[in-house]
């Protein structure tokens, strides 16, 4: 089973920041799960909210800013100052490492011209293309990676109780995984996706009797705010 550290080790450290992923590099996560926006200037950037608001002394969407006004605002901690991460300064540390990534495009809310375009040309600059899942909630921006790259595994992901038949929906699209919310997955659901040749990473697992469940339903992995934990009991 595979354990995404989500967002970095974002249980004890400041999320999607290169602080948080560092941390889980060494707590023994050799995969990462992150979030990406676009800049007012066109660069890709990680951050989860499109409003700076939650995770940074900034406000205002993350889209109204340029890349370096972006960097000055502080996603640390009052002690610790820690930049937004564009997604460059990210593959050029995962790549050092040889980590396997999941990227989030967040178009769910305000849609991105070109951002998959951008994703993908930045994957295979690193050559990570292969070390590399692309997933989103807004299906249409999974669908159009998939036509921009053949090669690139991609996921769809879904919240609250899932879609029915989503194994099947997946397969139509040529769609490797599905992404679905660990509370509400059932055993029908996996049975179905294993069914369809789908694989499952499923997200946000913290729970350790939820972890369980999942490794007795033999999904292919986890989303973690708390990686040490998880990666003791998964036996990583």
């Known amino acids: 089973m595979r354990v995404f550290a989500h967002r970095g080790y974002s ?10 992923f560092d941390k889980a590099r060494e707590a023994g996560c050799k995969a990462m799960e992150l979030d990406v926006h676009l800049s007012k200037d066109g660069h890709l950037v990680i951050i989860h909210d499109e409003m700076l608001d939650r ?11 340029t890349l370096s006004e972006l960097q000055t605002f502080n996603a640390g901690t009052a002690e610790e100052f820690q930049p937004i991460p564009s997604l460059e300064t990210y593959c050029k540390w995962a790549k050092e490492h040889g980590i396997f990534t999941n990227i989030e495009i967040k178009t769910n809310l305000i849609y991105y011209p070109f951002i998959e375009d951008k994703v993908l040309a930045m994957l295979k600059k690193y050559g990570l293309v292969e070390h590399s899942l692309i997933s989103s909630f807004n299906h249409g921006s999974v669908i159009r990676m998939r036509q921009l790259s053949p090669e690139i595994q991609c996921a769809f992901l879904v919240g609250g109780r899932g879609l029915a038949n989503v194994g099947s929906y997946a397969k139509n699209f040529k769609v490797e995984y599905y992404h679905p919310d660990g509370a509400f997955l059932t055993k029908a659901a996996v049975d179905e996706c ?3 040749g789908v694989g499952l990473n499923v997200w946000t697992i913290d729970d350790l009797g939820l972890l369980q469940k999942m490794i007795t339903w033999n999904v292919d992995g986890v989303f973690t705010n708390h990686c040490a934990p998880v990666l003791a009991l998964v036996g990583e």
């Open 55 to 65: 995770t940074t002394n900034a406000k205002g969407l993350v889209c109204s800013y």
């Open 194 to 196: 294993k069914a369809q």
């Open 11 to 20: 249980g004890l450290y400041p999320e999607n920041t290169m602080l948080a």
